[in-house]
């Protein structure tokens, strides 16, 4: 028996064609927010008229180049990747290269779709994840064993860049009072929780067999699918998805480790006694017939001195009482830090 499906996006829901074997049944839109206040969460809207926020974006300083000299930087439907792609964007430019923007764009499905059909060049990626995306049997734990399994498992036309200390994973939080109420604090735990547990996450968590997508807690923590209710959540671990989880819509959502609201609102991060997410430091990820010396450098610049606190007190300012725009956080780290 699947997983059962609601889902806070009407569109995520109405898929007439979708195979038997998924791992999740769609069912009834509980519609707790429409599709226009759920854009304006993704990742906030752009920053200025010139388009530099979601969507296809704009360009940077020297706009309007020659397309074949102009680096286009992407970035996934969630305000820390766009922080990244604003990292690097940045750096480009303050290197003299021509920068579009196609900020906001989608899951990794979608995403490496567009570096494939030449939409974008550069994106910012997580390790462990992408490593799993493309070696479903892979073994690495460390950091640096992910690393050079990812060289190995990449297609020939994608390459990475340098991975940066700074790390960031998908994690399954809960409620504080919930978690104490039911000793839970373990995805261990959640194997003997006698009723439905009401997951919530991004849409492509339920088809994901790697990192904390739901087949994966199954098959690591003996966790059955039919004792698990999916609720996509179309904003990438963002103000939604804590929202449902303040207000007990869901009982556990997957929620970034760097995100602020799990400690300012006292949230239970479930422990990975198994090591079922494995590393997943922040790399930039190419085509690779894109990558030059010039980009190379700039980019490996950000790289070497990004941390995990950097990207928690970026996330806090984009997302805290300031609502600071990514390219205005990004700016202001890359300033702090000398590159720009």
């Known amino acids: 028996m699947a997983a059962t499906d609601h889902t806070l996006n009407p569109r995520a829901g109405a898929n007439p064609s979708a195979a038997p074997n998924r791992l999740v049944r769609r069912r009834a839109v509980i519609g707790l927010l429409t599709g226009a206040p759920l854009l304006a969460a993704c990742g906030g809207d752009p920053l200025s008229s010139d388009g530099g926020g979601q969507g296809s974006g704009g360009s940077g300083s020297g706009s309007g180049g020659d397309g074949g000299g102009t680096v286009r930087v992407g970035s996934a439907n969630f305000p820390e990747s ?5 990292l690097y964007a940045q750096v480009l430019e303050a290197k003299g290269l021509t920068v579009e923007r196609k900020m906001q764009i989608g899951s990794r499905e979608v995403y490496l779709g567009a570096l494939k059909d030449g939409s974008i060049d550069l994106i910012g990626e997580y390790t462990g994840n992408l490593l799993a995306f493309y070696d479903k049997q892979a073994k690495a734990k460390t950091s640096e064993e992910v690393f050079a399994a990812l060289q190995k498992a990449l297609p020939d036309d994608l390459e990475v860049l340098a991975e940066a200390k700074a790390e960031n994973k998908d994690a399954w939080c809960a409620a504080g009072d919930w978690a104490k109420q039911h000793g839970i604090s373990s995805y261990a735990d959640l194997k003997d929780y006698d009723d439905t547990l009401r997951v919530g996450g991004p849409p492509e968590m339920s088809q994901r ?13 003996g966790v059955p699918a039919d004792r698990m209710e999916f609720t996509p959540i179309s904003d990438g671990g963002g103000p939604l998805t804590v929202k449902a989880l303040k207000d007990g819509d869901v009982d556990l959502a997957n929620i970034f480790s760097t995100t602020p609201a799990i400690e300012e609102n006292g949230f239970v991060m479930l422990e990975d006694p198994e090591g079922m997410v494995t590393p997943q430091n922040i790399v930039p990820l190419m085509a690779k017939d894109r990558v030059t010396d010039q980009i190379r450098e700039a980019v490996e610049s950000v790289q070497k001195v990004l941390t995990t606190e950097d990207l928690m007190a970026m996330n806090a300012e984009n997302s805290g009482e300031q609502k600071k725009q990514p390219r205005e956080v990004a700016g202001e ?3 702090e830090k000398g590159l720009v």
């Open 82 to 86: 766009e922080i990244i792609g604003e």
């Open 333 to 335: 780290w890359l300033k």
């Open 209 to 221: 067999d790697y990192g904390a997508g739901l087949a994966r807690v199954e098959s690591v923590y």
